[in-house]
């Protein structure tokens, strides 16, 4: 195909891609109070009539917005992000159209079963972020002094929200990451396993820092996971190896001599 003609499909791919995330966009407008609610409903906000920001559960805030434009642009972000996820599926399949003519059979095969995997596991990672978020909004929010009562910009967690689901939803893919370098034959089963220790330190170090919480139970609930999937995707790679040596020793002919090793070809050449 010539370069204009890449260019095109790239501007038909692009087009359908937006269009899907502005559709998605505009029917998450349409619900963008009970999106709001949604994502604000871990915060421990204060009820009326609680002073110094002090409950039975604990320290609460104020939950504000800043400025006559911030509801309308608060709006507007939680919108373009809920679209944006309700139209991932799309996008990313006009991604993989895009890149599909470049690839072989088996790679195209590959690539969607590697497509229907990614999504339901960064899914199942922002599920996770959410779950842990009100445990992280309590645990920082303690850290307010007595005499003080905290004001929670909804933007402010709006934002941190968003990082953390997009921290844990990414973490969730590393499984799915390192298949995909065994599928490619760069990294074997073996040496997967053998890392086994390193991994595990990082997995809990990244546990730690990704959940800014003391909460030994907030850090287990991602660091397990992540755990879990890295040994499945260790068996998976196993498997594959196995599968992957059973058809190169089928693809040996019977009558083909075995290679001799260094030391006797050097001895016949003498």
């Known amino acids: 195909m010539p370069m204009m003609g890449h260019l095109r499909e790239l501007r038909i791919r692009l087009v359908k891609a937006i269009a899907a995330v502005m559709v ?27 002073g110094n920001g002090v409950t039975s559960a604990g320290r ?9 434009l911030s509801p309308v642009t608060l709006a507007l972000k939680v919108s373009l992000t809920a679209g944006l996820i309700g139209a991932s599926p799309v996008w990313l399949y006009q991604l993989w159209r895009f890149l599909a003519p470049g690839l072989h059979r088996g790679e195209r095969k590959h690539t969607l079963a590697f497509l229907a995997t990614g999504i339901p596991l960064f899914l199942i990672g922002a599920a996770f972020a959410y779950a842990v978020l009100p445990t992280t909004a309590r645990v920082l929010i303690s850290f307010t ?5 905290n004001i929670l910009p909804v ?7 968003t990082r953390m689901v ?22 074997s089963a073996a040496r997967m396993a053998g890392w086994w220790r390193h991994m595990l330190i990082g997995i809990a170090v990244f546990a730690a820092i990704a959940t800014p919480s003391s909460d030994p139970l907030s850090m287990l609930a991602l660091a397990g996971p992540i755990t879990a ?7 998976v ?11 190169r020793a089928a693809r040996l002919s019977p009558d083909e001599p075995s290679p001799l090793p260094a030391s006797d070809e050097s001895r016949h050449g003498r």
């Open 155 to 161: 933007d402010d967690f709006l934002d941190l929200a």
């Open 229 to 235: 999937l890295y040994l499945a995707a260790c068996a």
């Open 145 to 149: 002094p007595d005499q003080a009562t």
């Open 237 to 247: 790679s196993w498997l594959n190896d196995r599968r992957r040596g059973r058809t």
């Open 60 to 68: 609460c805030g104020v939950i504000a917005t800043n400025g006559l």
């Open 24 to 50: 998605t966009t505009l029917v998450a407008g349409l619900f963008y109070k009970q999106l709001i609610d949604f994502v604000i409903a871990p915060l421990p906000g204060c009820t009326p009539g609680e």
């Open 166 to 187: 997009v921290v844990f939803g990414l973490s969730f893919e590393l499984p799915l990451l390192l298949i995909m370098l065994n599928v490619a034959g760069v990294l």
